[in-house]
């Protein structure tokens, strides 16, 4: 099935898109010498838009 060129969406598009409602990033990190874990790190990373200004 190949994609529709009218529907290609660019880069900068589905960035936009994402952020406008908000991401949420999550990994994990493990640093261990000889299979015993000295260091475990939970990443979690909330991007969402700025808030407008909004004028009465």
């Given amino acids: ?11 900068v ?3 936009d898109r994402l952020l406008s409602g908000g991401v949420v990033l999550g990994g994990e990190i493990t640093l261990s010498l000889a299979d015993v874990d000295l260091v475990h790190l939970t990443l979690r ?6 808030g ?3 004028t009465a």
Avoid: K
């Fill in 52 to 54: 407008e200004e909004r």
């Fill in 1 to 11: 099935m190949s994609p529709n060129p009218q529907r290609e969406v660019a880069l």
């Fill in 13 to 15: 598009d589905l960035l």
């Fill in 45 to 50: 990373l909330l991007i969402t838009p700025a």
